[in-house]
């Protein structure tokens, strides 16, 4: 077995390999969040229709993200990231042939799958956590990559359109052919430079024996338990909330946005920047939210997000069709989005559960993101058909603030770590402190 490299360079060159991977699949994700909506209309000829893409592709996402992180928990991250990517290439090319059979089933089957490619984009930054001594930071990094790729991609939806109208379809489905090649080069990234599997690395640098083999053992008695064991712990539950009513929130308002825009005259190069605007919101704090997270706690920085989603979607029911203050609300929407999603996963990752319940516990808050999501998006179509947007803030904003009372009646879980301080892993008998990232060399295959 070769020898791993020092913890901290090959924590180094994961991060590296993972920030190049997000801004390629990061940039295939365009296509469903706003090629999507967009092609749905066309199809189906009703505003109605334009939130449920987004709505499939969330709810195929968070189903995704359990079988991925199955498949992680078995063979490494690099295997379920790689997997993931390839779903999403070949959801793109369903949701191309769907505009060119007119088949809005088939629509609807290929965002279920392009699904697999945010499922990779979302879980990648649990991986460059697994090796971290900082790890709000360095989930932060990986989220702020995906900035990249997010932004450009819906400004490509004018040029990408005419590659599309060549090939006689629809002009928004040539975001979903620069999706193809953008998921296929992410997944040849991480399928040949992710080595050593990061996971596998802090597996097998973790002490052996001792309260956490004890705890691994209980829960790996009986495989029904895992999903007691995991949510068994409050961190756990009130992270998992976070990250679902984030994402409800945000999509809700995001997958009807550019039907809205559209029908009140903006154009497809001024939809696109103004949802680029909105992602950039959405990603750029990154650096911010995750040094936050390390300094004061994800349970604050979760609290701050559902302020900034509460004010974003008070502000979208009052715009109407002002350009202004749809801009407003969009920006104010991502950058809320963005303290709850770093705020949740933070609390999440430093949750005290033995290593072979980690895993278990990620599929979880991806699923409970992409159920959330799935009602947000499927509702917030329907929501604009009868009371227009207006009624899309109002509703999307009410979730927030349950969001705001549990993270502020909730006192701070012990064993969150604060600067860097190694969190302490609980089991049924004995409590021990465990080193979230040891600085020591370890041996593991390479896979």
């Known amino acids: 077995m070769p020898v791993v490299p020092s913890q901290r360079l090959l924590q180094r060159r994961t991060v590296r390999v993972l920030v190049v991977a997000q801004l390629l699949g990061a940039l295939g994700l ?62 793109a090319g369903l949701a191309v042939a769907a505009a060119a059979l007119g088949s809005w089933p088939l629509l609807l089957a290929g965002c279920a799958l392009l699904g697999g490619g945010n499922a990779a984009v979302m879980l990648a930054r649990y991986a460059a956590a697994d090796l971290a001594s900082r790890r709000g930071r360095s989930i932060s990094t990986v989220v702020a990559a995906a900035s990249v790729g997010a932004v450009i991609g819906p400004n490509l939806l004018g040029p990408a359109g005419i590659p599309a109208r060549t090939l006689g379809l629809p002009e928004p489905t040539g975001l979903f052919l620069l ?84 029908a009140h005259g903006a154009g497809m190069g001024m939809v696109g920047l103004m949802i680029s605007a909105h992602i950039a919101a959405m990603y750029l704090p990154s650096p911010l939210t995750g040094w936050l997270a390390d300094a004061i706690g994800g349970r604050l920085v979760a609290g701050a ?20 203050g749809m801009l407003a609300a969009l920006l104010l929407l991502g950058i809320g989005w963005n303290a709850g999603l770093i705020g949740g996963s933070a609390l999440l990752r430093d949750a005290p559960v033995p290593p072979s319940l980690r895993t278990r516990a990620e599929g979880i808050g991806e699923l409970g993101m992409g159920v959330a999501a799935a009602a947000g998006g499927g509702g917030a179509g329907l929501l604009l058909a009868t009371g227009g947007f207006a009624l899309v803030g109002s509703v999307v904003a009410a979730p927030c603030l349950l969001v705001l009372a549990v993270a502020g009646t909730s006192r701070a879980p012990g064993g969150v770590r604060r600067n860097g301080a190694a969190p302490t892993l609980r089991t049924t008998g004995t409590t021990r402190s465990r080193s979230s990232a040891p600085e020591s060399a370890a041996r593991t295959p390479t896979s």
Do not use: Y
């Not at 365009?30 to 592709?57: I, Q």
């Not at 969330?58 to 078995?74: F, K, N």
């Not at 008695?221 to 009513?245: E, F, H, M, P, S």
């Open 30 to 91: 365009a296509a469903g969040g706003t090629a999507g909506a967009l092609l749905a209309e066309d199809l189906t000829g009703t505003a109605a229709s334009a939130g449920l893409p987004l709505a499939v592709l969330v709810l195929g996402s968070g189903v995704g993200a359990v079988a991925v992180t199955r498949i992680m928990d078995r063979s490494g991250r690099r295997v379920g990231l790689t997997g993931a990517h390839l779903g999403g290439a070949l959801g």
């Open 305 to 324: 997000g559902a302020l900034l989603l509460l004010a974003a979607g008070t502000l979208a029911a009052i715009a109407g069709s002002g350009r202004e």
């Open 179 to 262: 999706a193809m090649p953008a998921f296929l080069a992410a997944a040849l990234v991480l399928a040949a430079f992710l080595r050593p599997d990061p996971l596998q690395v802090a597996r097998a640098a973790a002490p052996a024996g001792g309260a956490a083999t004890e705890g691994e053992q209980l829960v790996a008695a009986d495989g029904k338990a895992n999903l007691a064991a995991v949510l068994g712990d409050r961190q756990i539950r009130l992270a998992v909330l976070v990250l679902a009513l984030t994402n409800l929130a945000m999509v809700g308002v995001m997958a009807v946005a550019p039907v809205h825009l559209h």
